[in-house]
């Protein structure tokens, strides 16, 4: 096999679906007239490509067809809405900080499947109706609270639950309840539930269940999912495979802490942390509500190329006073993103790094790592983002990229040969 | 490409009202896509017995999450996403991306082949492609089935596996390079395998 059949192999599959680029495939034909070994390995590639495409699983009778169909419809019927599909891997155009807040107070009983509502104070709606006390919420309806204020809400058995302005959560029944917090803040005041019964909270990232007890769960797509506990105990978990972890008073857990090298310390002491981060805390949802629209309109100034007035706009948030760490983090990836825009590739890796060394403990700072491993792969070379990489599993050996990085480093010690 | 390869077209206002919890549209949109799920999942996984188990997951997933399909793509592309989902966790859990059950055993061919020793031929092309597919990880290999079974181009691989375009590309470039080393491997083996009886003698 001759160096240029090397090269012409790989893209036998793509030629041989008509998918390679006019140009590649006149090379690949070119090459195939004169290389008799390569026609055979190309009608072999053709023909197990074929019969991929037209092998078709066993068949299966009408019935089970029916039946297995029938068995989705009715446990979806039960079924809590799924997570969200976890698009947010995506490192660079995720980080858009989405904060809204909600809280909620629940009762279950084991009998009703809709949670009748007894007080409702502010102004929530589900399925775009207007909520009102002695109503029954719609098992899955998505509720709302709409206006500027928070909302309460108060069910028959004297729970209740606060939902902040602009909040969206839904509530399933099935064996307890379970509330789908889809974005903001929810502070739950939960009544104590008959055996058999729990009492859950889900976001994209992380479950919680409780018993009985008061605790807040805000979630940002930019910084995870946290979880505080006022009183009694819950036990959460992140991702539908994690380890339950019970959380006592005082008691805080970040979701993305979790999958660091930091989960042994993820579940925090309430005492152990300064009065002043707890009330910075308490704001931080309230502070990247406002800066949400900020960095969602430098990035479509980046999209339409707009980079000065972009990089204007960074600045002008970054004089800004009392931005916490992650939003500055979020600033300075906002930077880097104006120089890729700028196709300025080194300058990109560099700033990426820049953040990872600044901004370390935020989650931006490990995505910024892997971004800039990536960034390296298609703009510094195969070496620099293999070391990248490999720098991004030694910091994070449990990060949300640690499999794409481990695969990349596999992939890339196995064939020193760059595509 | 029809039937395994390519769902069933099923109108937007079923899947909305699908969306809302309407039994009957649900089952529809499920009809629509079953073909093409089991046909996808038997390309990720292998034809393996779990096949069974993680078509009901991915259809109890399609009814769950179909409340946040936004229509931006094909529900067949969506649904796609979630069969690569499933089958992730699948390998995940297996800690492996070996397929343990003989590859080709029980598919059968979309196209009716005419003769058996036709029928022979295209099962062996089959279980060889099968068994070199074992060979990638399983990101590559569901990257080199999107693009190269399924036709999918390189931007909607990376949205339905939900990863960077760059990472995207890697991994069909080596799904592909792993893909006809271990066919030209396999191929020699069952050269050898043959020539061996006819040396001894």
């Known amino acids: 096999m001759g160096s240029s059949c090397k090269q012409f192999r790989p893209l036998f599959p793509e030629h041989s679906a008509a998918l390679l680029a006019e140009d590649s495939r006149r090379r690949v034909d070119a090459h195939l007239k004169g290389c008799a070994s390569c026609r055979d390995e190309h009608r072999r590639v053709h023909s197990a490509l074929q019969a991929l495409r037209s092998a078709k699983p066993p068949p299966i009778a009408d019935t089970q067809r029916t039946q297995q169909i029938q068995e989705a419809v009715r446990k979806a019927q039960l079924a809590p809405p799924a997570a969200r599909f976890r698009g947010w891997r995506v490192p660079v155009g995720l980080l858009a900080v989405a904060a809204v807040a909600l809280l909620v107070f629940v009762r279950m009983d084991a009998d009703d ?176 509500r406002d800066q949400a629209p900020t960095a969602r309109q430098i990035r479509q100034r980046l999209r339409t190329g707009e980079v000065g007035s972009a990089r204007a706009m960074i600045r002008e948030a970054q004089g800004r006073r009392g931005l916490n760490r992650a939003e500055l983090a979020e600033l300075a990836i906002l930077n880097v993103e104006a120089d890729l825009a700028e196709h300025r590739h080194a300058a990109a890796i560099d700033g990426y790094l820049g953040v990872h060394r600044r901004y370390s403990g935020t989650p931006q700072a490990e995505t910024a790592l892997f971004a800039a491993a990536q960034l390296a792969l298609d703009h510094g070379g195969a070496a620099r983002g293999r070391s990248l990489a490999q720098r991004y599993l030694r910091t994070y050996p449990r990060g949300r990229y640690a499999e794409e990085a481990d695969a990349l480093i596999r992939v890339l010690s196995r064939n020193s040969d760059e595509p | 490409m029809k039937g395994w390869s390519r769902a069933t077209q099923i109108s937007s206002q079923m899947i909305a009202q699908a969306a809302e919890g309407d039994r009957n549209a649900q089952q529809a949109v499920l009809e629509s896509q079953y073909d093409f799920v089991r046909g996808m999942l038997y390309r990720l996984v292998g034809s393996s017995g779990d096949v069974d188990d993680l078509q009901q997951t991915v259809m109890l997933k399609v009814l769950t999450s179909l409340p946040r399909f936004r229509g931006e793509s094909t529900l067949s592309t969506w649904v796609a996403g979630i069969c690569v989902n499933v089958a992730k966790d699948h390998f995940r859990r297996r800690k492996t991306h070996a397929v343990v059950v003989p590859a080709s055993e029980g598919l059968e061919f979309e196209a009716p082949v005419s003769s058996p020793h036709q029928q022979a031929a295209s099962r062996q092309e089959l279980d060889e492609a099968l068994r070199a597919l074992e060979t990638l990880t399983p990101p590559q290999r569901s990257a080199f089935v999107l693009r190269t079974v399924y036709g999918h181009s390189i931007e909607e691989v990376a949205s339905i596996m939900g990863s960077a375009k760059s990472t995207t590309k890697m991994r069909i470039y080596y799904g592909k390079k792993a893909f006809t080393q271990a066919l030209h491997r396999i191929a020699n083996q069952g050269v050898a395998a043959c020539a061996m009886p006819l040396e001894e003698a």
């Open chain 1, 113 to 288: 499947a809709q949670p009748q509502v007894s007080l409702v104070a502010g102004r929530l709606i589900a399925n775009g109706t207007p909520m009102s006390a002695g109503e029954a919420i719609a098992i899955g309806a998505a509720i709302e609270a709409v206006g500027q204020e928070s909302s309460r809400m108060r069910l028959d058995d004297g729970s209740s639950f606060l939902v902040q302005a602009r909040s969206r959560l839904r509530v399933s029944s099935a064996a307890g309840y379970l509330v789908m917090l889809e974005s903001g803040e929810v502070a739950f005041e939960v009544a104590r539930q008959a055996n058999g019964r729990t009492f859950q909270v889900h976001t994209p990232e992380m479950e919680v269940r409780v018993v009985g007890t008061r605790f807040t769960v805000a979630h940002e797509a930019a910084v995870g999912t946290r979880v505080r506990v006022d009183s009694g105990i819950v036990e959460v978990r992140v991702g539908d495979g994690g380890v339950w972890t019970r959380l006592r008073s005082g008691d805080e857990r970040l979701s993305r802490e979790a999958s660091s090298p930091s989960a042994g310390r993820a579940a925090v002491s309430r005492d152990e942390v300064p009065a002043d981060e707890v009330r910075e805390g308490e704001e931080r949802v309230a502070r990247a």
